[in-house]
C-alpha cells in the first residue's frame, strides 16, 4: 500500500519501516537495516539514497545528551516583537540564527511571535550570553522564558506508524 506524501513522491511499507529503523539508530549498517525490514543491503541503500534525493532523509546527525555536555540548562522563550511591519521579523531570524544557543526557533500565532527552545551550562550564562544578547536585538520587546526543571519526553523520532493505513 502507498501512503501518498506529496505529489512527487510515494512512501511504500518498505520506506516506512526503513524510515522508523533509521530514526532509532541511524548507525546501523545496511546489512543490519536490511535484515530488519527484509530488504538486501544494495535495495537498503538505493531506498536510502532516493529519500535522500527527495529531501525525505535530510541528514544524519549524533544525538547528545545536552548535561553531559555541559549544557545542563535549558529553557523555553516566548519572544514577542515591537512590531510585525517592516523588516524586524526578518532581522531577528537573521539574526537568532547566529545564536547556537538557540536549538529551535518556531514563528509562531498567539501571544508571542516566536518560541525558542535554549541551552547553556548555567542560569547564569542563560541569563548573561543568550537572554541578554536576545533583548539588544532589535524589534524584540519583551522575552518571557520558563526553565525546564526535568525533561518527560523528548524525541526527534517522527510518528510514522499511521502512514501507509487509509
Known amino acids: 500500500m502507498k501512503n501518498n506524501i ?7 511499507k518498505f520506506d516506512i519501516a526503513l524510515l522508523t529503523e533509521l530514526q532509532q539508530d541511524a548507525g546501523s549498517s545496511h546489512q543490519q537495516l536490511g535484515e530488519r525490514i527484509h530488504l538486501s543491503p544494495s535495495q537498503v541503500s538505493r531506498r536510502i539514497a532516493r529519500l535522500q534525493a527527495a529531501g525525505i532523509i535530510q541528514r544524519t546527525v549524533a544525538l547528545l ?8 540548562v535549558r ?8 512590531r510585525h511591519g517592516d523588516d524586524e521579523g526578518v532581522a531577528f531570524e537573521r539574526e537568532i540564527a547566529a545564536f547556537p544557543e538557540v536549538l529551535e526557533c518556531f514563528a509562531v500565532t498567539g501571544e508571542s511571535d516566536y518560541i525558542l527552545q535554549i541551552v547553556a551550562a548555567s542560569l547564569g ?19 518571557r522564558s520558563n526553565i ?12 510514522l506508524g499511521q502512514l501507509g493505513h487509509e
Open 65 to 72: 545528551d545536552p548535561a553531559r555536555v555541559g549544557l545542563g
Open 148 to 159: 525546564v526543571l526535568q525533561s518527560i519526553k523528548s524525541s526527534t523520532e517522527l510518528p
Open 125 to 143: 550564562d542563560l541569563s548573561e550570553s543568550v537572554l541578554r544578547r536576545l533583548t539588544r536585538i532589535k524589534g524584540v520587546h519583551s522575552i
Open 75 to 82: 529553557a523555553i522563550s516566548y519572544v514577542t516583537l515591537a
Open 6 to 12: 506529496n505529489d512527487d513522491y510515494l512512501l511504500d
